[in-house]
């Protein structure tokens, strides 16, 4: 399996090597095609001024002037010399009468040029071909033929100017060389870049790595550096597995937080029951007092029923939520009302003051009406448990846009500031001397913000040294 680095790197030393090769070629291309053109352009007018030249010297001899043949031999073969050309000048049926090699009486002269170069030439022509006849079989040149033509009209013969195509070539192929050489030194110094970035790039993926791997061997305080060098999406990469390590290492935090507490509270009744047991089958218990044992066990295994069932109840919620089916519309104070019933006896025998704050006309709410109801229950059950004798419980209903906020407060210690924070941890209890408490578990204010949380609602605490007040919320509606 290919790493990162070399995947990156492979293609982007592809795309450079590419990119290379396609501008070379057609730097190429571009450059033969207007070398085409400009040599074509250059080779016409040296044809041209050849053919000027020509009639000049033709209308000299017409007139008496002596030695123009050999003057205008010497003339053209300088010309072509500086140009570096080859001219040859023909009859109106393609045989050459003189050409600009330096001897007189040359190879050329009395050659003929192929027809259909005769036919073409005399009406002006420009390309690429080979003469046969006269130069190399095998080899190509460009060429322009125009005519010789006077004045009046009359056609003298026919000049050809060419130039061999190896003398383009020659010139492209030192632009090639040159612009491989440079080619070369840019693609090993993008090679070095692009190594070199890529290898930045992937260094915070191999610590992820890493880092992953430590949290798969039980590191959970392996992190990943951010900023510095990073990218902008790399450093969110790093800051999203640093934020799912800190949720993974507070997830193991609570689940041996809850297997130590879960074996803590199970650990008195267990051994409560198995002591009773063994009393009553080794005989240290007397037959008389069996029965009275035998209830004691049996409430033990009703209160670890009870935990059972509300850790269950608490693993539904977190599992599927509360289904869409069982939300209802009902009245919230009669839902309030109808719990703060059940606690007439416990209010009685504590003497507590119950100051009770609800609207004059109903307000609705929507929401799973048992499961409200638990969180009620809850609440007031713990706000009497820790009300003092003769202290005062509030009950307070208010309603604020599109919200009802349902309240309950008792009078009594405050809870300590450190505390306000984990009283709706599983298994905390806030008062520690009532761990031994047999009716308490801790679970009960952890169920009751599993619910709301299940809602969608929130719910707060507070305490001063006047009252703790635990508030709520749930969503309104204008009727049933």
């Known amino acids: 399996m290919k790493s990162t680095f070399s995947r990156i790197f492979s293609v982007m ?3 450079i090597l590419v990119s290379v090769l396609g501008i070379g070629l057609s730097f190429r291309a571009m450059a033969q095609g207007f070398f085409n053109d400009e040599r074509e352009q250059e080779l ?17 001899a017409g007139a008496g002037y002596t030695e123009t043949g050999l003057a205008f031999h010497m003339n053209l073969t300088f010309a072509s010399m500086v140009s570096g050309t080859d001219t040859l000048l023909c009859n109106t049926q393609g045989q050459v009468l ?9 190879v050329h002269m009395g050659m003929k040029l192929p027809e259909e ?3 073409y ?8 071909g080979k003469l046969d006849g006269i130069y190399d079989e095998e080899e190509e040149r460009y060429y322009a033929a125009i005519p010789c033509t006077m004045s009046d009209g009359t056609v003298l013969g026919l000049v050809v100017v060419s130039q061999p195509v190896r003398s383009v070539d020659v010139l492209l192929n030192q632009i090639t060389e040159m612009f491989v050489v440079v080619a070369f030194v840019m693609l090993i110094f993008a090679v070095i870049a692009v190594s070199f970035m890529t290898r930045n790039q992937c260094k915070p993926l191999r610590a992820m790595a890493d880092a992953a791997k430590e949290f798969g061997h039980g590191n959970l305080k392996a992190r990943v550096e951010t900023g510095g060098d990073n990218t902008m999406e790399i450093d969110e990469l790093a800051l999203a597995f640093n934020n799912m390590a800190n949720s993974l290492e507070k997830s193991e935090y609570q689940r041996q937080e809850f297997v130590a507490n879960v074996s803590h509270e199970l650990k008195t009744p267990m051994t409560t029951i198995g002591g009773y047991i063994d009393g009553i089958l080794d005989g240290t218990i007397p037959p008389e007092k069996e029965t009275q044992y035998l209830n004691l066990v049996s409430e033990e295994v009703k209160r670890l029923s009870r935990l059972v069932r509300s850790m269950l109840d608490v ?7 509360i289904p869409v089916e069982q939300m209802t519309n009902f009245d919230v104070s009669e839902c309030v009302g109808q719990v703060l019933i059940t606690f007439e006896h416990k209010i009685n025998q504590k003497k507590l003051d119950v100051q009770v704050e609800f609207p004059e006309y109903p307000i609705y709410a929507r929401g799973q009406l048992d499961s409200i109801t638990q969180v009620v229950y809850n609440l007031i059950d713990n706000a009497v448990k820790f009300c003092p004798e003769e202290g005062t419980l509030g009950l307070k209903i208010r309603e604020s846009g599109s919200k009802v906020y349902v309240s309950v407060s008792n009078t009594g210690e405050p809870i300590p500031a450190e505390e306000l924070p984990l009283v709706f941890d599983r298994f905390h209890k806030i008062d520690k001397s009532r761990s031994l408490n047999r009716d308490s578990w801790g679970l009960g204010l952890y169920i009751v913000k599993t619910i709301i949380c299940s809602h969608g609602e929130d719910i707060s605490v507070s305490s001063s040294s006047d009252a703790t007040e635990f508030t709520f919320t749930l969503t309104k509606v204008n009727s049933l």
């Open 121 to 128: 030439g005399l009406q002006g022509v420009t390309g690429v």
């Open 98 to 106: 003189t050409c600009s090699c330096q001897k007189l009486g040359c």
């Open 315 to 321: 693993s539904r919620l977190h599992d599927q939520g």
């Open 13 to 15: 030393a592809l795309i």
């Open 117 to 119: 170069y005769v036919r």
């Open 44 to 60: 016409k007018a040296n044809a041209q001024a050849v053919s000027e030249l020509a009639i000049n010297y033709a209308l000299a």
